[in-house]
Every structure is written in structure tokens, then in C-alpha cells.
């Protein structure tokens, strides 16, 4: 079982769409999580971290339930410059902060 | 801005080559990375150090072997490449591994792999 799970997707849907994305982590001493977004043939970039009692950018939220290990991203009123993928990323810190990448989820928003 | 520069953006070699993958930054960032990407895979790390002459291994180091003489520059070996080491390459760093962890890593742009 991968440490990181996400749905790959690809999540086809409109402008102006709510998309959620689920992320599962299977190591109880993850201690941070983050989710990067990575444009296609680009590097992944750092989107944002997930706090315990969730928190808000924007048209992003997202969500930690650490008790069913699980981490969750909402895009609302998606724009076409959203279609990327997303990566679930969580740290251990028991081993030095390194990051674990989940496989990354395909968005993909139409006009 | 933070950047990462990766020598090579597409490289293609033989079965049996060694390979040098090289990286640089310039933030005079402690923690430097090396992961690959593969479809339906994601990222999976390679190697990393936490200083200069220091080096740890991740989660896939096998067939891999790193240098890190300078505290900006990071390279990966491939020291007798291999098919299955096909792939695409990145290198990132952070800051200190202090807590807390704002969890950024700085990628490079990737370097991708074709070993025939």
C-alpha cells in the first residue's frame, strides 16, 4: 500500500465548478501536510498547507481529519487556469521532515 | 526568487553509462532532494542531504549514488545506467529542517532521462 493515496483522476469538469479532492496517508507519525500543484511539463509548486483545523485561500480549502487520516482539497468556482495536478504531500517528522508525494490528482476545467 | 537549476533538461544514454545529474541553488538552502517521477508513481525520493558532505538515503536509492561537495550543488549518479532508470528527474531544497516545517520545496525544472 502506497503511503499517499489520491484518486489520479482526471476530474473533467466545467468553469465555475466545486471539485474536491481526497488524499489518504497510511503513516500515523505524519505530522504536516501540504498540497502542490504541478502544471503539465512544469515543476510542482507549493499550493498550500493543511492546518488541523482546516483553512481557507481564496477559492481553496482545505481540510485535515487526522483521527481517519485523511486530507481533503475544495476548489470553488474553478477557471481554466486551475487544470493541473494536485499532489497530496505529508512530512515525517520522525525522519527528518523529508516530504512524501502522493501520485497527484488530474484536473482538467472546460469553458 | 528562490531557483534551482538543473544542468541538463533532457538527456538520452546507453545501457551501461554513468550518468551525472547536476543541481544548483542559490538560496543557501541546508536541505537539497532528489526525486523521480514516474506515471502512476508520483514523486519518489532518491537521496537527500542536510549539509554539505552529508547525504541520506530515500526511499528508492538503489542503483543511485549522490555528491554533495558544496553546500549549493547536489548531483546524482547513475553509476551504470539502466532501462528502468528512464525517467524524469528533479531536484529540489528548503530551508532548515528545523521545526516547523514549512513543508516548501524548490524544484528545478527536471531533468528528463532516456536511457536506450
Known amino acids: 500500500r502506497k503511503e499517499v493515496e489520491q484518486d489520479p483522476g482526471p476530474f473533467n469538469v466545467p468553469e465555475g465548478a466545486t471539485v474536491a479532492f481526497n488524499c489518504t496517508y497510511s503513516?500515523?507519525?505524519?505530522?504536516?501536510f501540504f498540497w502542490y500543484r504541478q502544471d503539465c511539463r512544469k515543476e510542482p509548486k507549493l499550493l498550500m498547507s493543511?492546518?488541523?483545523s482546516g483553512n481557507e485561500d481564496g477559492r481553496f480549502t482545505a481540510q485535515l481529519n487526522r483521527a481517519s487520516q485523511y486530507i481533503s482539497l475544495l476548489i470553488r468556482d474553478s477557471k481554466l487556469s486551475d487544470s493541473a495536478t494536485y499532489l497530496c504531500?505529508?512530512?515525517?517528522?520522525?525522519?527528518?521532515?523529508?516530504?512524501?508525494f502522493g501520485q497527484g490528482t488530474e484536473l482538467s476545467v472546460k469553458p | 526568487d528562490v531557483k534551482v537549476t538543473q544542468s541538463s533538461r533532457y538527456l538520452v544514454k546507453r545501457t551501461g553509462e554513468k550518468v551525472f545529474l547536476e543541481c544548483v541553488q542559490d538560496?543557501?538552502?541546508?536541505?537539497m532532494f532528489w526525486y523521480r517521477q514516474d506515471p502512476g508513481l508520483g514523486l519518489r525520493l532518491i537521496y537527500f542531504?542536510?549539509?554539505?558532505?552529508?547525504?541520506e538515503k530515500g526511499d528508492i536509492p538503489e542503483g543511485y549514488s549522490v555528491s554533495r561537495e558544496k553546500k549549493e550543488r547536489f548531483s546524482l549518479i547513475l553509476e551504470s545506467a539502466s532501462t528502468n532508470q528512464t525517467s524524469m528527474y528533479l531536484c529540489a531544497s528548503s530551508f532548515s529542517r528545523g521545526t516547523p516545517n514549512t513543508g516548501e520545496l524548490f524544484f528545478g525544472e527536471g531533468s528528463r532521462l532516456t536511457v536506450l
Open positions: 503513516n500515523s507519525a505524519s505530522q504536516s
Open positions: 493543511v492546518y488541523s
Open positions: 538560496m543557501d538552502h541546508e536541505n
Open positions: 542531504s542536510y549539509d554539505v558532505k552529508m547525504k
Open positions: 504531500v505529508v512530512s515525517r517528522y520522525n525522519q527528518g521532515g523529508k516530504l512524501i
